[in-house]
């Protein structure tokens, strides 16, 4: 498949599986573009395997452990990939199934850091599938926050220091990560506890896990404050006022941000730039 309609399907694939990241994704130059577009996919691939309803933990773990193996090598072998994933093929999404081709799609220049991470994330993922995501204490939810959400913002930081030098702080970036993923539990509290999953550490409520969100996010402010690129800015600014505006939403008592609201809040991002 050539390369060109490969980039087509990633982005097809990609506005199937986020609407938060495939909008500023898509208002990304296209250098950027790709290789944001890239990246993400390969995350979301494992993701899929980490959250699925129907593979059982150990499954999960295998899956999981042995595509971070394949990452760590220097060319990722799709055909092994491939042959680990034949006996789930039936219950796994594309965006899974097709790993190999989001890589294919990554600039040469950053595909190693961007294996790095999903490899450390797929980890991560299994290590708290076997723990049955229990989590005990905010060290817990920091670990595992770190692994599904934080790694993004430390992969995002990579990227922006490969494309034009822009130096960013990785604990914010890490930050940042962690800032939209609690506003994700907050918003998925009730879908998580009914699959029998709480991230919440023993004693805390649900204002505990609010103050951990915006305490992050806080961190996110203070990250997009080093970048000056226009079009990095852009990105990094419309996921965290979506998040912010969630986070409103859910202390309101509506459980999401509406369609509406949700197109206003970039558009207004877009005027101002």
């Not at 998580?192 to 609010?210: K, Q």
Request: with cysteine; charged share 30%; proline share 3%.
């Amino acid at each position: 498949m050539n390369e060109a309609k490969l980039q087509k399907e990633a982005m097809h694939i990609l506005k199937l599986t986020s609407r938060t990241f495939y909008i500023p994704i898509k208002l990304l130059n296209p250098t950027l573009r790709k290789t944001v577009g890239s990246a993400y996919l390969c995350m979301r691939a494992i993701d899929e395997i980490e959250d699925h309803e129907d593979l059982h933990p150990e499954s999960k773990q295998h899956l999981l452990r042995s595509t971070s193996k394949l990452l760590q090598k220097d060319l990722f072998d799709a055909d092994a990939y491939k042959d680990l994933l034949k006996p789930y093929e039936n219950l796994l999404p594309e965006v899974t199934l097709r790993l190999g081709d989001w890589l294919s799609v990554c600039p040469a220049g950053i595909v190693a850091k961007v294996k790095e991470s999903t490899s450390i994330m797929a980890d991560g993922m299994a290590k708290w599938v076997g723990k049955n995501f229990l989590i005990q204490t905010k060290e817990d939810l920091d670990d595992y926050t770190y692994y599904v959400a934080g790694l993004v913002g430390v992969m995002l930081s990579d990227i922006w220091e490969q494309y034009d030098g822009t130096k960013t702080d990785r604990e914010l970036a890490i930050g940042y990560g962690r800032g939209l993923q609690a506003v994700n539990m907050l918003r998925n509290q009730e879908e998580d506890a009914d699959r029998g999953v709480h991230f919440m550490p023993d004693g805390w409520t649900r204002n505990e896990l609010f103050e951990y969100a915006e305490a992050n996010l806080k961190k996110a402010d203070e990250y997009i404050e080093s970048i000056s690129n226009k079009n990095i800015l852009l990105f990094c600014r419309i996921p965290l006022a979506l998040a912010k505006k969630t986070i409103s939403a859910l202390h309101s008592g509506h459980e999401k941000m509406n369609r509406t609201e949700v197109e206003s809040t970039v558009e207004s991002i877009l005027n101002e730039q």
